[in-house]
């Protein structure tokens, strides 16, 4: 490498052009933290200048890499940006703002100015070569713009269909530089001459840059990586780029284009494009669309976990040791592969199955299985079959999330499955299901109909954030109902969530049978009590709730039955409300009759689990339910009890967060091994003594 010390002026002196590649990511900076700091250090040169010219020493700006390119003939001279195009380009912007600054005040620098901005005299394609700096093509028609208003933008592309509306940085950070230069050569509405030639003469003497030139043996990918200073941290994305493209520069011409720059318009300008680089969040976590869907691509293509703060890390050892690919294009494809596919799943187009499970994972938060719906719907062998699969995954994690069930593992789980379909030989939709099928564990299990529909009527489903999940599930079921009946309706309006008995029932849906006792007495009274902790249980269960087309006011919404339920069969372009007409009174009763129905419904949507041999020991268990709500139960293991009460049709285990659905799983939990929960637990009976879960559960089968 050879070091050269340039000033901003210097770096653009002569006959000469900067080249930016394609693949490269486009301009970042914005007016905070980066041009705010380039500007505070212009001024302070500029004041340096005017106070004591004799003891202005440069300022350091940083670094920039470059290798120059072989011309020929009349062609310019040029040289490839390895790094540091954040820096030339935003130079290049610097000095547009103020020759236009120059030119709205008739200063003379605006000639002077130009001769850094644009070639003259001879080239071999001077509308190109005039452009000292020549950026990526996502930036270029902006970029041109500037340098050049006059010049005609659609002779170097079309405008992108998807940037309508939408302001390039590039074109902020001209206009957040002419408003300072403005500010600083103007007092009032009088224009400063001296003041202009001093930053002209701070850009030439007290700013500088080290300017590297590589030569044959230097590996630019090295340097790029480790010299950034200043500049936008590097996503990964912007790193795998780099290290793609940089091993296609060696795969020639094709139809007098370089192949690379083919390469990067086919597969990966698309994924410059504004869409990819919009904020998507995960959990806690906030990246661009483009982060999150090359750490897919990569757990899917590895079968393993990647985290995103390390994705260009393991890409890169990836690729240099395993060598995955026979050829650079192979790997853009495979990329571009995935690519379509979480397109899809952010867009979430209706009818389209993949933007349906989008819709799903977007709703239950399970971005989590993303790596493993990749791999189905990019396998050859699945083809024509995905929708299927999809349904089997759905129905997997919905009758989860409604049996309380654990979601800690998933990410470990779902992508362990990707390796066991690749192995497998056959129909690989059969083997997902009848793998999620043999699971056992409270962590992996598909809950069966019978588990299902216990938690479904007896587990409050209206809590936390789970409004989003609520939604999808009346919504599948309001179509399912729509297709039964034949009726083709879209409903645009947004839907909400509504209580139909009110959460707060206690001022307006009284309890019938005390209305001779006062409060106080209500308290004292142990069958009012035991009613109140009833209706207390049935408020947040599915049978309760239902779907508006808009929100009631809450006036309504806590009302008595006589305002609120004619409020909500008024929304009657649902076939969910409709039904309610059948009813003549809601209570605890009709809750569990319509939730029943409900159920009935989802059992048509969302598949049971494969009847594998150990799904049949698994439904024999849950065939056999808890015992009622507020049982006492408790456990001895390794000489230590443990305390726990039926909840909710679960079993509740204190220091457990998360409720059983059976006594064999709060076993499981707690011994670490598998076992006969039914001979483990025992149930405090009404005496006060103790009967074995078992001996219960036989009393209770009929003869």
Not at 455 to 481: D, H, T, V
Not at 596 to 623: G, H, M, R, Y
Request: hydrophobic residues 40%.
């Amino acid at each position: 490498m050879k070091p050269y010390t340039r000033s901003i002026i210097e770096l653009f002196d002569g006959k000469k052009r900067f080249l930016i590649p394609l693949y490269q990511r486009q301009y970042a900076w914005k007016a905070q933290p980066q041009l705010e700091l380039l500007w505070e250090d212009i001024e302070r040169a500029a004041d340096r200048l005017m106070v004591d010219r004799a003891s202005l020493t440069p300022h350091f700006m940083g670094a920039m890499v470059i290798a120059q390119v072989k011309t020929f003939g009349k062609q310019v001279q040029a040289f490839e940006i390895i790094d540091g195009q954040q820096r030339l380009t935003t130079f290049q912007l610097l000095l547009s703002a103020l020759r236009d600054v120059a030119k709205t005040h008739g200063s003379r620098y605006e000639a002077e100015l130009q001769k850094y901005l644009l070639n003259d005299g001879v080239m071999e394609n001077p509308d190109v070569e005039r452009f000292k700096l020549w950026p990526s093509l996502t930036d270029r028609r902006s970029f041109i713009g500037i340098v050049d208003p006059s010049a005609d933008l659609d002779a170097f592309g079309p405008s992108p269909s998807d940037e309508d509306g939408f302001v390039r940085r590039s074109v902020a950070a001209q206009e957040y530089f002419k408003e300072k230069i403005e500010a600083h050569v103007t007092d009032g509405e009088d224009f400063d001459e001296h003041k202009l030639e001093l930053l002209f003469e701070a850009l030439k003497e007290g700013l500088a840059i080290v300017s590297i030139e590589l030569e044959g043996g230097d590996d630019p990918q090295t340097i790029f990586e480790t010299l950034n200073s200043r500049g936008v941290d590097l996503a990964p994305g912007d790193l795998m780029r780099n290290f793609i493209f940089q091993r296609a520069k060696g795969l020639g011409q094709a139809d007098h284009s370089l192949v690379v720059d083919k390469l990067y318009e086919k597969h990966w300008l698309p994924l410059d494009r504004s869409f990819w680089n919009q904020t998507a969040s995960r959990g806690r976590q906030s990246r661009q669309r483009l982060d999150w869907m090359l750490t897919d691509h990569l757990s899917m293509q590895i079968g393993d976990l990647v985290s995103v703060e390390n994705l260009f890390e393991s890409y890169r050892r990836w690729i240099l040791n395993e060598r995955p690919f026979a050829t650079v294009t192979a790997e853009l494809e495979s990329i571009s592969a995935t690519a379509a596919v979480e397109k899809r799943l952010f867009d979430q187009s209706p009818g389209d199955p993949i933007g349906d499970f989008g819709r799903f994972a977007d709703a239950f938060d399970v971005s989590t299985a993303m790596p493993l719906v990749i791999y189905m719907a990019t396998e050859p062998t699945i083809g024509d079959d995905l929708n299927p699969a999809l349904q089997v995954l759905e129905s997997f994690i919905l009758r989860r999330d409604i049996c309380g069930l654990p979601t800690k593992a998933y990410n470990r789980f779902f992508i362990g499955i990707i390796d066991r379909l690749r192995s497998t030989d056959g129909d690989k939709v059969v083997a997902l299901a009848e793998y999620l099928s043999s699971r056992l564990s409270d962590n992996d299990r598909w809950p069966t109909d019978t588990e299902w529909q216990r938690s479904w009527l007896g587990r409050g489903q209206y809590k936390g954030p789970r409004q989003a999940r609520l939604r999808y599930i009346f919504e599948a079921i309001e179509l399912a109902k729509r297709s039964a009946l034949n009726e083709d309706i879209t409903i645009k309006s947004s839907l909400t969530i509504e209580h139909i008995m009110p959460q707060r029932w206690q001022d307006n849906w009284p309890i019938p049978g005390f209305e001779h006792l006062d409060d106080a007495a209500k308290g004292l009274d142990i069958d009012f009590v035991n009613r109140r902790a009833e209706r207390d249980a049935i408020i947040d269960r599915l049978g309760n709730l239902t779907l508006l087309t808009q929100s009631l006011n809450s006036s309504v919404s806590n009302g008595p039955y006589s305002v609120k339920m004619p409020a909500v069969r008024s929304h009657s372009s649902l076939a969910l409300n409709r039904e309610l007409h059948s009813y003549d009174d809601w209570n605890e009763k009709t809750v569990a009759i319509r939730g029943s129905a409900l159920f009935n419904t989802a059992l048509k949507i969302w598949d049971s689990p494969a009847k594998t041999e150990t799904a049949q020991l698994v439904a024999k268990e849950d065939a056999s339910p808890l015992p009622a709500e507020g049982t006492i139960c408790k456990f001895t293991y390794a000489g230590k009890q443990y305390d726990g009460q039926i909840q909710g049709a679960h079993l509740v285990v204190q220091g457990y967060e998360t409720p059983f659905g059976s006594f064999s799983a709060a076993s499981k939990t707690i011994s670490q091994t598998n076992r006969n929960g039914w001979n483990d637990w025992f149930l405090r009976d009404s005496a006060g003594g103790w009967t074995l879960a078992n001996d219960w559960r036989r009393v209770q089968e009929p003869a």
